[in-house]
C-alpha cells in the first residue's frame, strides 16, 4: 500500500499547488449560493408601477393604498392620460400599469360592476405575468372584505405551502447547486487531471512502473472525493446558516447520499478521461454533455413535469435529476430511505455502469 | 525462462499489427546483460512500439518474448518491477519540486521511506543539485530535467533500463553528459536499451540494431556495420540500409 499512498501524495500536491484552482473550488460554492439565493429569484418585491386613475374616488384611492403597501408594488408615478402609458413602459422602468376607469365607485355601487386594466410589460413574460397576478390577488382581496357583509355566502381559500412556507427560491437552488458543483469537481477535476497526465506522457511512466492500473484510477480520483465532500458539506451549512435551507432529514443519509452521487459523477469523469486524450476535450466534454443537462435537464431551475415529452425522457437519463429529487427529499421533507430508495438505486446502476464501461475501454486501450 | 543466462532480453518473431499497419514485422533479437543496446531507425520505423511492447505498455500480436527472465504475456508485473522507463517527453512533474519528484517514483517502485531519503540524497548531491532540492521543476533547466529524469527511472536498481529518445531537444553538450551517466549505469550492471535517431549517438552504443519500415535491417557493433557497409560513419550506413530497402520496395 506504501506505493499507492506515495501516488496519492503525489495527487494532492498537485492540487494544492494549484492554488487558483482550489481557490475557484471552494469560493465557487458560496458564490454560487449568494448569486442564486439573492439574484435569481422568482419573487417580486418593489416592482415599479404607473397609475392611470380616471376616477380618483374613495374605491380607487383606498385599492390604490392596498397596491402599494403590499411591498410588492411601488408607485412610480401617476398618469393622466392614455397615451403617457405606452411612454411609461419605454422609458423601461414601470413594469405595470393600473387603469382605473372614471366613475369607478359609482358604477361599482349602482351597475354592479366597475372596470380595472392591468398593463403588464411583457418583454419579461414570467415577470409579468406575476405582476398581474399579484395585482389580481390584492383586487380579489379589497372585493372580499368590501362585500363581506352584502354577500351571506362566501368561499374563502386558506392556502398553506407545505415545506417551504415563505416560497423562498434559494430552497430549490440549494439541491441543485449541489448537483452541479459536484458533478463539476469529480467529473470535470478528475477527467482533466488523468488527461493532463496522458499529455504530459507520464501516463506511460505510470504504467510501465509497477502501479496496477486500478490503483493509477483510483489514486487519481480519491483526493477529489475529499473535495466534493468538503464542497458539499460547505454548501449545506451554507444554505443553512445564511439562507435557511433545512435539514430534516437524516444527515447521515444526505451524506451518504452525496457520497455515492460524487462515486457516480467520478466514474463519469474517468470514463470521459478514457475516451480522450487531450485534457482540452476532456473539458468541452464535462462542460457541455454535463453542465448544461444539469443546469436544464434535472429540475434544478426548470420543473421537468413542464417539459415536453421528449426532453422528459432525456431528463430521466440524466444522473442529477434523481439525485436533486432526493436532496429535495431529505433535507425539505424530511422523508428517509424508504421513500427514495428506488432514485438511489438508479444512481447505484448508473455508477456500476459507468465504472463498467470504463474498465472496458481502459483494457482495449492497453492491448 | 532461461534465467541465469548471458542473454536479458529476448525477442523472438516478434509482430505488432494495428488493423492491416504492420508495425513491427517479424523481430528477433537478443540484449547481453549488461551492455548498452542501441535502436535505431527513422521515425515511423516501429522503434517506439517495440520498446513499448518490451516495457509491457501493450501486447504483442505474436511472437516469443522475454525481459529480465520474465514472460511478456503472463508477467507482465514482475517485468515491471524490473525496468525502468523513461519517455521522449520529460517524465517529472513541473509542479513537483525536485525532492518531490524524486520520493514519487522511488515511492511507486516500492522502496522503504528510509532508502527513499538516502537515496535522494546521494542522487541529488551527484548530480549537484542539492540547493535546488525544493525547487520546482518548472524552475530549473532542461539539461538538468533530463539528468534527474535518467537518475529517477534508474533510482530502484533496475535489470533494464528503457530509454525512448532520451536526448530529443538539447544541446550537444548536455548529450555528452548524459551519454557518461549512460555508461555509469551500463558500469553498474543496468542493461540500456535505448533508442535514438542521433546517429552519433549510435557509435557509443556496444551493438546497434537497425530498423527500416518495421523490420531489423542490420544488427551489430557499430565498428563491424561500419566496415560491412564500407561506410565513414553511421548515417552513412543507415543512409544505405533506407536505400536498399526503397529499392527493394520500388
Known amino acids: 500500500m506504501n506505493r499507492f499512498w506515495g501516488f496519492v501524495v503525489k495527487e494532492f500536491l498537485h492540487i494544492f499547488r494549484d492554488y487558483r484552482t482550489l481557490l475557484i473550488l471552494f469560493g465557487m460554492p458560496a458564490v454560487q449560493l449568494i448569486l442564486f439565493g439573492y439574484v435569481v429569484t422568482n419573487e417580486i418585491k418593489d416592482a415599479r408601477?404607473?397609475?392611470?386613475?380616471?376616477?380618483?374616488d374613495e374605491t380607487t384611492r383606498k385599492i390604490t393604498e392596498k397596491i402599494t403597501s403590499s411591498g410588492y408594488f411601488r408607485l412610480d408615478r401617476n398618469l393622466h392620460t392614455y397615451s403617457e402609458i405606452e411612454e411609461a413602459f419605454k422609458e423601461g422602468d414601470i413594469k405595470l400599469v393600473i387603469v382605473f376607469e372614471s366613475n369607478f365607485t359609482r358604477k361599482l355601487e349602482r351597475e354592479r360592476q366597475a372596470h380595472v386594466q392591468l398593463i403588464g410589460d411583457a418583454s419579461d413574460p414570467n415577470t409579468a405575468n406575476i405582476l398581474v397576478n399579484y395585482a389580481t390577488g390584492i383586487l380579489n382581496n379589497y372585493?372580499?372584505?368590501?362585500?363581506?357583509?352584502?354577500?351571506?355566502?362566501q368561499i374563502l381559500p386558506e392556502t398553506r405551502m407545505m415545506y417551504n412556507k415563505e416560497l423562498k427560491?434559494?430552497?430549490?437552488?440549494?439541491?441543485?447547486?449541489?448537483?452541479?458543483?459536484?458533478m463539476l469537481i469529480s467529473a470535470l477535476m478528475t477527467s482533466i487531471s488523468i488527461t493532463k497526465e496522458k499529455e504530459l506522457g507520464t501516463m506511460e511512466l505510470l504504467l510501465a512502473s509497477p502501479l496496477r492500473p486500478m490503483q493509477i484510477v483510483v489514486g487519481k480520483v480519491f483526493p477529489y472525493v475529499f473535495l466534493a465532500f468538503i464542497n458539499a458539506c460547505i454548501i449545506i451549512l451554507l444554505g443553512n446558516i445564511v439562507f435557511g435551507v433545512p435539514v430534516r432529514g437524516s444527515v447521515t443519509l444526505l451524506l451518504f447520499e452525496n457520497f455515492l452521487f460524487i462515486s457516480m459523477a467520478l466514474s463519469l469523469g474517468v470514463l470521459i478521461s478514457c475516451l480522450t486524450n487531450s485534457q482540452q476535450l476532456a473539458m468541452m466534454i464535462s462542460l457541455v454533455a454535463l453542465m448544461l443537462p444539469t443546469i436544464l435537464l434535472s429540475g434544478f431551475i426548470f420543473p421537468v413535469e413542464n417539459m415536453p415529452k421528449v426532453l422528459q425522457w432525456l431528463c430521466h437519463i440524466m444522473p442529477p435529476m434523481y439525485f436533486i429529487t432526493i436532496i429535495k427529499s431529505i433535507m425539505l421533507k424530511g422523508n428517509g430511505l424508504f421513500y427514495i430508495w428506488k432514485e438511489t438505486l438508479i444512481l447505484v446502476g448508473f455508477t456500476l455502469f459507468f465504472i463498467l464501461l470504463s474498465v472496458k475501454k481502459f483494457k482495449i486501450r492497453l492491448a | 525462462m532461461k534465467k541465469g543466462s548471458t542473454d536479458i532480453i529476448i525477442v523472438k518473431d516478434l509482430v505488432k499489427k494495428f488493423g492491416n499497419f504492420v508495425a513491427n514485422d517479424h523481430l528477433s533479437f537478443e540484449v547481453k546483460r549488461g551492455e548498452i543496446f542501441g535502436f535505431l531507425g527513422a521515425n515511423g520505423a516501429g522503434k517506439t512500439t517495440a520498446i513499448r511492447i518490451l516495457c509491457g505498455l501493450s501486447l504483442p500480436t505474436s511472437g516469443d518474448l522475454s525481459v529480465a527472465g520474465y514472460d511478456v504475456y503472463s508477467q507482465r508485473e514482475k517485468i515491471k518491477q524490473n525496468i525502468g522507463y523513461m519517455s521522449q517527453k520529460f517524465s517529472l512533474y513541473d509542479d513537483l519540486t525536485v525532492f518531490e519528484n524524486i520520493r514519487f517514483y522511488?515511492?511507486?517502485?516500492?522502496?522503504?521511506?528510509?532508502?527513499?531519503?538516502?537515496?535522494?540524497?546521494?542522487l541529488m548531491k551527484k548530480l549537484q543539485l542539492e540547493e535546488a532540492r525544493n525547487k520546482l521543476i518548472r524552475d530549473i533547466p532542461l539539461g538538468w530535467k533530463q539528468k534527474l529524469a535518467l537518475s529517477v527511472a534508474i533510482?530502484?536498481?533496475?535489470?533494464?533500463?528503457?530509454?525512448?529518445?532520451?536526448?530529443?531537444?538539447?544541446?550537444?553538450?548536455t548529450r555528452r553528459q548524459f551519454w557518461e551517466m549512460i555508461y555509469e549505469a551500463a558500469r553498474n550492471g543496468i542493461t540500456v536499451f535505448v533508442t535514438t535517431h542521433y546517429m552519433d549517438e549510435a557509435e557509443y552504443c556496444d551493438r546497434l540494431s537497425i530498423m527500416v519500415e518495421g523490420r531489423i535491417a542490420a544488427l551489430n557493433t557499430p565498428l563491424a556495420l561500419r566496415e560491412e557497409y564500407q561506410a565513414k560513419n553511421m548515417n552513412e550506413v543507415f543512409l544505405k540500409l533506407a536505400r536498399a530497402q526503397t529499392e527493394e520496395v520500388a
Not at chain 1, 408601477?49 to 380618483?56: F, G, P, R, T
Not at chain 1, 430552497?171 to 441543485?176: I, L, Q
Not at chain 2, 532508502?115 to 546521494?122: H, K, M, N
Not at chain 2, 533510482?155 to 553538450?173: A, C, N
Request: aromatic residues 6%; without cysteine.
Open chain 2, 106 to 122: 522511488a515511492a511507486i517502485y516500492g522502496l522503504s521511506k528510509k532508502e527513499i531519503v538516502q537515496r535522494a540524497d546521494v
Open chain 1, 169 to 182: 427560491g434559494v430552497f430549490m437552488f440549494v439541491p441543485g447547486l449541489m448537483a452541479m458543483l459536484l
Open chain 1, 143 to 153: 372585493l372580499r372584505t368590501r362585500n363581506a357583509e352584502a354577500i351571506p355566502l
Open chain 2, 155 to 173: 533510482i530502484h536498481d533496475p535489470k533494464i533500463v528503457f530509454l525512448d529518445e532520451p536526448t530529443g531537444g538539447v544541446d550537444p553538450i
Open chain 1, 49 to 56: 408601477i404607473a397609475i392611470l386613475d380616471q376616477s380618483k
